[in-house]
T-cell receptor, first 112, second 117 residues
Framework: AQKVTQAQTEISVVEKEDVTLDCVYE???????LFWYKQPPSGELVFLIR??????QNEISGRYSWNFQKSTSSFNFTITASQVVDSAVYFC?????????FGAGTRLTVKP | DTGVSQDPRHKITKRGQNVTFRCDPI?????LYWYRQTLGQGPEFLTY????????KSRLLSDRFSAERPKGSFSTLEIQRTEQGDSAMYLC???????????????FGPGTRLLVL
């Protein structure tokens, strides 16, 4: 069975603070993909990143960065210098051959 | 706009009625997925199509639910004899997957919010 755990239900920060969203996954497969999606108040899920299980290289995209560590089965997401527009629910997801499972999400609120 | 579209965006119905939702994927995408999302939870997989073939159905998809993708383009999700527990956001996603690949990146539509009274 696969499982995605986002232990942080809600996080609140002040603008310009850095924030890390945690994601821990469980899988028996050696081949899988990990994703992060953003769901702003409008409701539409927005794709942020996809990593495959063979690529542990960390990735940076502007203020966003991702830390993939197979040893701890974690795929954490960091927003540097957060902005009010970053306020949303963020979902981590795991995809194997059979289906895609999402975590419960972390609601991030960035206050001005 | 070339993204995934869903219609209607909102639907209010009475218990026992049938409802049908439509999803139009990104035009060149061969896979189409349906998910259900309840308040405070992540999306839950319901079913997916590769072209017109329905390849997988979740155990969440009871006999009252049926999905079709007759021409490998748009898809419909029908719920018969709706129950209050069916109230949720129904999300559609599409992706482009080549031979031998496991699931590629899925792009989501805006969802259809269903309220069963």
């Amino acid at each position: 069975a696969q499982k995605v755990t986002q232990a942080q239900t809600e996080i609140s920060v002040v603008e310009k603070e850095d924030v890390t969203l945690d994601c821990v996954y469980e899988t028996r497969d050696t081949t899988y993909y990990l994703f992060w999606y953003k769901q702003p108040p409008s409701g539409e899920l927005v794709f942020l990143i996809r990593r495959n299980s063979f690529d542990e290289q960390n990735e940076i995209s502007g203020r966003y960065s991702w830390n993939f560590q197979k040893s701890t089965s974690s795929f954490n997401f960091t927003i540097t210098a957060s902005q009010v527009v970053d306020s949303a629910v963020y979902f981590c997801a795991l995809s194997e051959i059979l289906d895609m499972r999402f975590g419960a999400g972390t609601r991030l609120t960035v206050k001005p | 706009d070339t993204g995934v579209s869903q219609d209607p965006r909102h639907k209010i119905t009475k218990r026992g009625q049938n409802v049908t939702f439509r999803c139009d994927p990104i035009s060149e995408h061969n896979r189409l997925y349906w998910y259900r999302q309840t308040l405070g939870q992540g999306p839950e997989f319901l079913t997916y199509f590769q072209n017109e073939a329905q390849l997988e159905k979740s155990r969440l998809l009871s006999d009252r639910f049926s999905a079709e993708r007759p021409k490998g383009s748009f898809s419909t999700l029908e719920i018969q004899r709706t129950e209050q527990g069916d109230s949720a956001m129904y999300l559609c996603a599409s992706s482009l997957v080549g031979t031998g690949e496991i699931r590629e990146t899925q792009y989501f539509g805006p969802g259809t919010r269903l309220l069963v009274l």
